[in-house]
């Protein structure tokens, strides 16, 4: 199975600032197949990213997906107070599908 | 309001069972296929179990294969995780997820139930 690595582990930023979260697969995702949820503390994980880039309903255009292969990445342009959340991806190009250990946001 | 909310957890003794429910409301239940999704204390996110809309398929991850059992009841719109022979590894949340009609991924999730498994 394809193993999801995230990074950084916790990532500590200041609200307005960007953050960049990485998500790496130990073999080649294909199609592009590759989703982002972000969850908040004690709240259900939402879907943010599907198809590696496109926003799902309703997600602010702040946050943008991109990436092929093995390399994805997850932006926050411009971060807001309710975006310090934990952050999951997960590829479902092949079966089963999986996720990464996650990304915190934190604030500084 | 379109949500699902688990219920079920608990604690339990190795080797015990448990029962999870997921009530869904605010959409078809009956249309979806449903997994079961689980995250173990400090671990990431891990499929556990799917079953197709009207329950004729069911599929588990390895490391449930045999203990655990999904089923569904439409009429009820409620989702169903039957836990067996738990060890430590099990403890974990449990969330209820629905999966988009074509892919492998989820649009909507529960809040999840904690299961924790210990003497």
């Known amino acids: 199975e394809i193993v999801l690595t995230q990074s950084p582990g916790t990532l500590s930023l200041s609200p307005g600032e960007r953050a960049t979260l990485s998500c790496r697969a130990s073999q080649s995702v294909s199609s592009g197949y590759l989703a982002w949820y972000q969850q908040k503390l004690g709240q259900a994980p939402r879907l943010l990213i599907y198809g590696a880039s496109t926003r799902a309903t309703g997600i602010p255009d702040r946050f943008s997906g991109s990436g092929s292969g093995t390399d994805f990445t997850l932006t926050i342009s411009r971060l807001e107070p309710e975006d310090f959340a934990v952050y999951h991806c997960?590829?479902?190009?092949?079966?089963?599908?999986?996720f990464g250990q996650g990304t915190k946001v934190e604030i500084k | 309001e379109v949500q699902l909310v688990e219920s079920g957890g608990g604690l339990v003794q190795p080797g015990g069972s448990l029962r999870l429910s997921c009530s869904a409301s605010?959409?078809?239940?009956?249309?979806?296929?449903m997994h079961w999704v689980r995250q173990a204390p400090g671990k990431g996110l891990e499929y556990v179990s799917a079953i197709t809309s009207e329950g004729s398929v069911k599929l588990y991850a390895d490391s449930v294969k045999g203990r655990f059992t999904i089923s569904r009841d439409n009429s009820r719109n409620t989702l169903y995780l039957q836990l067996s022979s738990l060890t430590s590894a099990d403890t974990a949340v449990y969330y209820c997820v629905r999966k988009v009609s074509t892919y492998w991924y989820y649009d909507l999730w529960g809040r999840g139930t904690l299961a924790t498994v210990s003497s």
């Open positions: 605010g959409f078809t239940f009956s249309t979806f296929v």
């Open positions: 997960q590829q479902y190009g092949s079966s089963p599908a999986t």
